[in-house]
């Protein structure tokens, strides 16, 4: 009897620990509650950047009662003022709309919603439809109560009506002004909001000319287009006048110095929750044609305005950036219009100019842009340390884009995560009505045009693909397109990768995408770029798997395995295996037996960077890929944070240098060693404040856990991740702990107090560390939950861990 005593109070100690911890990872390391962070609050485990966590969420102004100005528009700048002014805030806007009409406009005094360094935008969290997709046509985010309106402009339309489109600065940006430039302006973003009218920009911090007008003159330079240089009725100074500083998304291709520095700068940028209904950038400031006789004929004589070619209707650049839950949705305001164009020279070289009708399309515009469409003109376009394509911590999830050509998104980056976008498009066709427009009087119904002016050919880039990827380190996954590909045009792709500057395809994994029933059959693969490191695995689509336009470029550890076609079940078709420099790509499984599992795994928080990195030593070659599984200690759940290729027959180069339409700018040259294929990853959604577990498995095609490596202790992800505290963050493991305890501060410290304390709040223990990882016994204390208190030289910092 006393012996089945004994047991059951042994068993019911176990039980009582087992719920205690269960109990403090499922409260205690729950740091998203009564967060103010609305990516906090939504995302929880899933992870959100931890960065804007630094962002002074409680210093808020609410805008429905603030009463400085005479208008919505006036009220927001004084107040963005007086929050930059105390570094930082939020500008609320409770429920109802608030009317921006009051904008300037124009090519100097134009100006949208222009954020300063520390100031967010924040509408009202939906109670209903908080998601941005309802399916793969239907997007969401109806119910949002918080709404902006932007002005629209009127234009003729072909049968004599009145059309409207955005007017130019009907924007969300940056402020650049009193000796600060654009890249200055970090911690910014909105979250929230029904956006009409609008569009974001949040563009590259170039080197500017004096005005878009003198890269016109070759003895100061060229641009890529020329502006317009009459002036447009009501406005002071034509846009050749204009004084570029990157407020305006013409600025990088009218006012950017050719083989200028793109400025890199901390970036902590974000768009979150947000509706973008009738959101395009209208271009009203490109000179768009010269007459037969090479006199410049200026556009005043043309209606002069189209979807902007060259920016995306959402655009973000810079290191640290979050796009998430966004929709682009389809508008009803498209209409037809006259315009003077021209056959493209692929067609019918120096043909006249005709009068045509022509379609003013809201959806022929890009969706989304992070570093990669604007900065092709930058002298270290593709420096691997500076270069916008390597720009770090890069995520773009959830979005709906709606497109009717031209690119779903595109992005560029360093440890990118694109995963389960919605990119619902409809085949661009000249002529088409997917709009049930009232028809024209001309055949084809509308002309498709690249510009508004130059007629497409069956040669042109209409750009109508899904994605358009580069960069360095990514992970695409989950997501899903249709309707690719244009008449006439040479386009189609489903997940392009390309250089557009120089940068290679570098250590990239492409897992279980796919792709609908319309459009053309568009491929995954990266096109004529070198590759270092590729994984396509578990995709659907119609389009072809590989490799495009090999040719001579370096190919090693690049693998393409289970990739289907969505509705006959048939294997994708086989790209690339023409290579002349091929040292490794495969498109079939390995041989029997179960991959060796990788060795040397090691999980340390980056204070700095604030994210976890994680590494390991291959030890297998009839691996595919890596797999990298997270999940919370004391759970049993693994989710998995990403799909790595494998690295079997090396990545490390010397002396590296890329290649730019043939010749190798100096930003291009990479001097030393530099592992492009690096067997690591860097956890930037790992939420701050949780325990962590990780788990590294070499897998092949049936994508088990069998290859998976021993798990390494618990990692703690800092709680602290501001400016003032990071160099004093610290972490605890193992946590759970049993008689020992380890201290991680990430820097060497003579002077560390410690206290540890009981859940009542009595100091169990305390003494004195050093170093940058210091041990202390824990064997006399119990079972239960502490907390441990750090302080050094004026600061402090805390952290909970369990004893079992």
Request: one cysteine or more.
């Amino acid at each position: 009897m006393y012996h089945q005593t004994i047991t059951k109070m042994k068993s019911t100690s176990a039980l009582l620990i087992a719920l205690l911890l269960l109990f403090v990872n499922k409260v205690f390391a729950q740091p998203w509650i009564n967060s103010q962070n609305p990516m906090a609050t939504y995302y929880k485990e899933k992870g959100w950047p931890a960065w804007s966590d630094g962002i002074n969420w409680a210093n808020k102004i609410n805008m429905a009662q603030y009463a400085n100005g005479t208008n919505d528009f006036q009220k927001f700048e004084n107040a963005r003022d007086e929050l930059a002014a105390q570094g930082g805030g939020v500008l609320y806007y409770p429920t109802g709309t608030y009317d921006f009409s009051n904008h300037p406009t124009g090519p100097n005094t134009g100006r949208g919603l222009m954020l300063k360094k520390g100031v967010v935008i924040l509408g009202d969290e939906p109670m209903t439809d908080m998601k941005a997709v309802k399916d793969s046509v239907t997007s969401g985010l109806s119910t949002l109560g918080t709404q902006f309106l932007f002005p629209f402009q009127q234009k003729t339309t072909s049968s004599g009506g009145i059309g409207e489109v955005p007017d130019p600065w009907n924007m969300i940006g940056l402020f650049a002004g009193n000796g600060q430039t654009i890249s200055d302006q970090n911690r910014v973003g909105i979250a929230w909001v029904n956006l009409v009218g609008a569009y974001v920009f949040f563009g590259p911090d170039l080197d500017w000319s004096s005005t878009w007008g003198a890269l016109n003159n070759p003895a100061t330079g060229s641009s890529y287009r020329k502006a317009r240089w009459s002036k447009i009725s009501g406005q002071t100074i034509a846009w050749n006048e204009r004084i570029p500083d990157g407020t305006h998304p013409g600025d990088p291709m009218f006012g950017a110095i050719q083989d200028g520095e793109y400025h890199h700068g901390e970036g902590k940028r974000f768009i979150f929750g947000c509706r973008f209904d009738h959101c395009a950038i209208t271009d009203e400031y490109m000179e768009l044609y010269k007459s037969a006789n090479g006199q410049r004929t200026d556009s005043v004589d043309a209606n002069t305005f189209h979807t902007y070619r060259f920016s995306s209707r959402l655009h973000l650049d810079g290191a640290n950036i979050f796009v998430a839950n966004n929709s682009i949705t389809q508008s009803d305001k498209n209409f037809y219009y006259d315009q003077k164009i021209q056959r493209h020279g692929q067609v019918i070289a120096g043909s006249p100019f005709q009068s045509k009708t022509i379609l003013f399309d809201y959806a022929k515009q890009g969706g989304i842009d992070v570093n990669k469409g604007l900065t092709t003109r930058a002298i270290n376009r593709c420096n691997y340390i500076t270069g916008p394509y390597a720009e770090e911590n890069i995520v773009l999830r959830d979005n709906f884009v709606f497109s009717h050509g031209h690119k779903g998104i595109e992005a560029a980056g360093k440890w990118m995560i694109l995963k389960e976008n919605y990119n619902s498009r409809k085949y661009l066709t000249e002529g088409d009505n997917i709009y049930n427009l009232s028809p024209s009087q001309q055949t084809p119904v509308y002309e498709l045009t690249l510009d508004g002016v130059q007629e497409a050919g069956p040669n042109s880039d209409n750009m109508s693909r899904a994605f358009d990827i580069g960069g360095w380190c990514a992970w695409i996954d989950g997501n899903w397109y249709q309707g690719t590909g244009s008449t006439p045009g040479n386009d189609g792709e489903g997940i392009l990768l390309q250089t557009q500057g120089g940068i290679g395809f570098l250590s990239m994994a492409e897992t279980f995408n796919r792709q609908g029933p319309t459009g053309k059959d568009g491929y995954i693969a990266p096109w004529d770029v070198v590759v270092y490191g590729m994984f396509q695995g578990w995709n659907r689509q119609r389009g072809d798997v590989g490799l495009h336009k090999p040719d001579a470029n370096r190919v090693e550890d690049a693998f393409a395995i289970q990739n289907f076609h969505p509705t006959t079940g048939q294997p994708n078709q086989q790209a690339g295996l023409n290579g002349t420099n091929i040292a490794d790509l495969s498109f079939t499984c390995p041989g029997s037996g179960s991959p060796a599992a990788p060795d040397s795994i090691l999980v340390t928080p980056d204070f700095e960077k604030a994210c976890i990195k994680i590494r390991w030593k291959d030890m297998a070659n009839n691996e595919v890929a890596f797999r990298i599984d997270r999940r919370v200690a004391g759970e049993t759940i693994w989710t998995t944070i990403v799909y790595r290729p494998a690295n079997v027959t090396g990545s490390v180069v010397t002396n590296w240098q890329m290649k730019d339409l043939g010749t190798s700018p100096p930003g291009c040259f990479h001097p030393g060693t530099m592992d492009l294929n690096p067997q690591e990853w860097y956890d930037y959604l790992a939420v701050p404040g949780e325990f962590y577990e990780y788990r590294v498995s070499a897998i092949n095609c049936s994508n088990n856990d069998e290859g998976s490596a021993p798990i390494p202790p618990v990692v703690a992800f800092p709680t602290s991740i501001s400016k003032d505290q990071q160099n004093f963050a610290f972490s605890v493991f193992p946590n759970p702990a049993s008689d020992k305890l380890q201290i991680m501060t990430g820097q060497p410290d003579s002077d560390l107090t410690f206290s540890i304390f009981d859940a009542t709040g009595r100091t169990q223990l305390k003494g004195k560390v050093s170093g940058s990882e210091a041990t202390i016994n824990t064997r006399s204390l119990a079972s239960g939950v502490y907390s441990i208190h750090l302080t050094s030289k004026g600061r402090q910092a805390t952290k909970r861990f369990v004893i079992r």
